[in-house]
């Protein structure tokens, strides 16, 4: 059974940085999918960023040069280094994981992906 905790979020000004973490247990793929999505009321849960079991790393366009997802070396925990905050990045966080076929290039589509933790809240202000 997966099982994922995401951590790290809060309340920042505009300009802010945060680093969300995700402990993912209980997954045997040796290929994967791991993604970053985020959801704010009234709108459907959008891809944020994505990485595979070799560190390969993919991003929404709008997101490039201020988002960077990383992992660590036991592939038990993944992250989501966020800098120059705006308020529109203002949503709730979440992160998951899927089995990836070999040629998977990981797109980022939320309705691929079944499992999910709780999420954690980012608000940034003006």
């Known amino acids: 059974q997966v099982q994922l905790v995401e951590s790290g979020g809060g309340s920042v000004q505009s300009g802010g940085s945060l680093r969300l973490s995700c402990a993912a247990s209980?997954?045997?793929?040796?290929?994967?999918?791991m993604g970053w999505f985020r959801q704010v009321p009234g709108k459907e849960r959008e891809w944020v960023a994505g990485?595979?079991?070799?560190?390969?790393?993919k991003y929404a366009d709008s997101l490039k040069g201020r988002f960077t997802i990383s992992q660590d070396n036991a592939k038990t925990m993944f992250y989501l280094q966020m800098n120059s905050l705006k308020p529109e990045d203002t949503a709730m966080y979440y992160c998951?994981?899927?089995?990836?076929?070999?040629?998977?290039?990981?797109?980022?589509?939320?309705?691929?992906?079944?499992?999910w933790g709780q999420g954690t809240q980012v608000t940034v202000s003006s």
């Open positions: 209980g997954y045997t793929y040796s290929r994967y999918c």
């Open positions: 998951s994981i899927r089995s990836r076929p070999t040629y998977d290039t990981c797109p980022g589509f939320w309705s691929l992906f079944r499992a």
């Open positions: 990485i595979n079991e070799y560190k390969s790393a």
